[in-house]
């Protein structure tokens, strides 16, 4: 507990860039413009020392904002809201904290784990120079720095995850077959609470839920806004292929988006939203045959019937699985130590692992989550 207390957060923030952040009042595209540049996230702050930071706004955010309500048929509109306007869509947009550099590590878990999404962190030299400047400080960060001194969680990081209670019921799941849109209020939980959106296929005989990948936001954040468009268009197991290789599903997009009559995000998917006064010129001089249509059908079905949850690569209880396309689900099982789950997330920069259970010659079935947070609430527990 001591070494921990000692360590100040500014021993976490050692080279993070400076976070980039826009005013309430700018758009969603100026942020979209910062996100393309290579910002992770936009802090919503007005760059006063003395404000708070409103919120942080990465590309699933933005995603999530232009598939909700009206915006779905108007994406070109939505993208010209304001920053504000998208955290008030979100209701309950997961809360930024500001800490001290010099406050302590297991301060920065209090907060964590008292309800803040993720922290920001004065850069001290920059405040000293006249530049404010702040930097993220996120889960996987404090994580990280627990697991390079996890010797001193010992007997508890050897402890299996089903020993130490941490699996949580997997609630957060889509069937594939589902549209991709149905999943969008468990995406949102999912931002808020560091985890994703299960892909899953129900078996019949016996009843189970088999893991066919996942939507995570890290995935989405590494898309662009035409992901929108997919998401708007396809079931939940065609968009884990769209992630994976989006020329593979484009024309499916293009064509249910026409018959959908979703002019606009056909529009977003083409040009980006760059240019919303093209919205019914553009999207009316593309057309596809009906013949067409019935093969993006037979192709979205080929595609959700895919086998699920091949197992990959396992190694002591702990292993990657991939339905047929799209985005890789890390898991692990029941028996799996503490230790080991911490170090399958870090390494793939993932916020959770999903738990599955294997029996003889049978797919897994999914049963369960665990979460970085989590596992700092047990390790914070084993200091007390």
């Known amino acids: 507990m001591r070494l921990l207390q000692t360590h100040d957060v500014s021993d976490l923030c050692i080279g993070k860039p400076a976070l980039r952040w826009l005013p309430a009042s700018a758009t969603v ?109 996120t889960v996987e960060d404090v994580a990280r720095f627990f ?41 949102r939980a999912a931002v808020a609470s560091h985890t994703s959106v299960a892909v899953v296929v129900q078996g019949m005989s016996p009843p189970r839920r088999s893991l066919v990948g996942e939507i995570s936001p890290s995935a989405l954040c590494s898309c662009d806004v035409s992901a929108a468009a997919a998401i708007a268009a396809l079931s939940a197991g065609d968009f884990l292929g769209f992630v994976d290789q989006p020329e593979i599903r484009i024309h499916a997009v293009r064509s249910r988006l026409r018959r959908r009559n979703l002019l606009g995000m056909l529009d977003l998917l083409l040009y980006g939203g760059v240019d919303p006064s093209s919205s019914s010129s553009s999207a009316s001089s593309s057309s596809s045959s009906s013949s067409d249509e019935d093969e993006d059908d037979e192709e979205g079905k080929s595609c959700v019937a895919a086998s699920p949850c091949g197992r990959r690569g396992k190694r002591g209880g702990v292993f990657s699985a991939r339905g047929a396309m799209g985005e890789e689900a890390i898991a692990c099982q029941r028996g ?18 999903w738990v599955v259970d294997y029996e003889e010659e049978e797919e897994g079935e999914l049963v369960g989550v665990v979460g970085l947070l989590d596992v700092l609430r047990v390790l914070r527990h084993h200091l007390l």
Do not use: K, Y
């Open 336 to 353: 799996s130590s503490l230790v080991a789950v911490m170090v399958q997330a870090l390494a793939h920069r993932s916020t959770h692992v």
């Open 147 to 187: 697991l390079s001194s996890i010797g001193l969680f010992s007997p508890t990081a050897s402890r299996s995850v089903s020993e130490l209670g941490v699996v949580r019921p997997a609630t957060l799941a889509v069937a594939a077959g589902d549209t991709a849109l149905s999943a969008l209020p468990l995406l």
């Open 29 to 137: 595209a100026d942020a979209v413009a910062e996100l393309d540049r290579g910002a992770t996230a936009v802090a919503v702050w007005d760059g006063d020392e003395g404000s708070p930071v409103a919120g942080r706004v990465s590309m699933a955010d933005v995603l999530l904002f232009l598939c909700a309500g009206d915006n779905l048929a108007s994406p070109a509109a939505a993208l010209q809201a304001t920053l504000s306007d998208l955290l008030l869509a979100a209701a309950a947009p997961p809360p930024v904290r500001r800490i001290e550099p010099d406050a302590s590590v297991v301060e920065a878990v209090d907060s964590l784990l008292g309800g803040a999404h993720c922290l920001v962190v004065p850069v001290r030299d920059r405040w000293r120079a006249g530049r404010g400047e702040l930097c993220w400080l």
